[in-house]
């Protein structure tokens, strides 16, 4: 029962996000929602500059140079602020990428692909073939779309890649392979950690020890590594420095619509349907055996974005990719899990009646 009133309850709330959002979104008569991939629209966005910036620390870290000198100096010289210390994104995808090139990284982004495609038609074998075959599909389609020059040296892009992959994983039997890959994650891009804070708490509640500790050491060792980040930063850094305007955001649901299309299929459609496409994978969702986990990120995460998110952090959304969309193969469960409650209250409430009338 708290299944069935799990699937009915997301999926009311994800009709009404949709429909809040579709209603809500600003006239874009000079700039339609989303209408190309990822590719084709950094091209034309201001956020250019994130990538090219990425691209020009790692070839100075790769010809031997301090990964925080060279961010400080290329931060200035392009009027990138350095307050607060996490403008200065973490060291570890600058070092990767110095080490093995572009085109090392384009090996790596397919390979995770594959391994992610490989974990999820597995982590789906109680559903149907063509629920599993429609679930990897969405992922490659989606996964495959976002590995783009553009988005390699995006930290964005490796962070929900990796996500992808532990979600993959069965928290109870699998749990190291889980962690393993969301710390990963989580020394990429920080917002991770929002991850591993869900993995923790339904860790908690189920008392699986082993996997708690597991998950603490892992947000110590973080938490170390982000000290030493802001230390990092700090030691470079000038009071003449820039501030980043806050991120405040405050865009509600619309800005999922938005940001989701501007980097994914969903651009190519009505702004109506991209909206009821872009919530409905929260209702798919909630008809795995094991749920919440994805349901607390997806939902958090997609609160981050709808509260904090500025305009011109659309990119925050890969987070979520390329899993999020592989919800929408997933409906039919949750549907089929709506109607078994509706007809269970019918049985029940026939026997009733029918016991009344033989009494």
Not at 143 to 161: R, S
Not at 231 to 250: I, K, N, Y
């Amino acid at each position: 029962m708290q299944a069935r009133l799990l699937c009915l309850s997301t999926t009311v709330l994800a009709l009404a996000l949709a429909l809040a959002s579709a209603l809500l979104q600003p006239d874009r008569t000079d700039a339609p929602v989303g209408l190309t991939s990822l590719a084709a629209t950094t091209s034309d966005l201001p956020e250019n500059r994130d990538t090219q910036l990425y691209r020009a620390i790692a070839a100075r870290v790769a010809a031997g140079e301090n990964y925080y000198e060279v961010a400080a100096e290329l931060h200035r010289e392009r009027s990138y602020p350095l307050f607060p210390f996490f403008t200065v994104r973490l060291p570890t995808l600058a070092h990767v990428n110095a080490a093995i090139g572009s085109s090392g990284l384009f090996v790596a982004a397919w390979l995770l692909l594959l391994g992610a495609i490989l974990v999820w038609f597995r982590a789906l074998a109680d559903h149907g073939l063509v629920t599993r075959t429609l679930a990897v599909a969405l992922l490659a389609l989606g996964g495959a779309a976002t590995i783009t020059p553009a988005a390699i040296v995006l930290h964005e892009f490796w962070c929900g890649l990796l996500l992808t992959i532990a979600m993959g994983f069965q928290p109870r039997k699998e749990w190291p392979m889980q962690v393993a890959f969301a710390a990963a994650a989580v020394f990429v891009r920080e917002f991770a950690v929002l991850f591993l804070l869900a993995m923790g708490f339904l860790a908690l509640i189920e008392r699986r020890w082993r996997q708690v500790a597991a998950i603490a050491g892992v947000i110590g060792l973080f938490a170390a590594f982000l000290a030493l980040h802001y230390l990092a930063v700090v030691e470079v850094r000038l009071p003449a420095d820039l501030q980043s305007p806050p991120w405040t955001g405050l865009r509600g649901p619309t800005a999922l619509v938005q940001d989701l299309a501007r980097v994914s299929w969903l651009g190519l459609l009505p702004i109506p349907l991209a909206a009821l496409l872009t919530f409905l994978p929260l209702a798919g969702w909630s008809s795995l055996a094991r749920p919440m986990l994805p349901i607390l990120w997806f939902a958090g995460f997609g609160a981050v974005i709808a509260l904090f998110a500025r305009p011109n952090n659309e990119y925050w959304i890969l987070t979520m990719l390329p899993a999020y969309l592989v919800g929408l193969a997933m409906i039919g469960s949750t549907w089929r899990c709506i109607m078994q409650t509706g007809i269970s209250r019918g049985r029940a409430g026939g026997a009733a009646a029918f016991d009344s009338i033989q009494s």
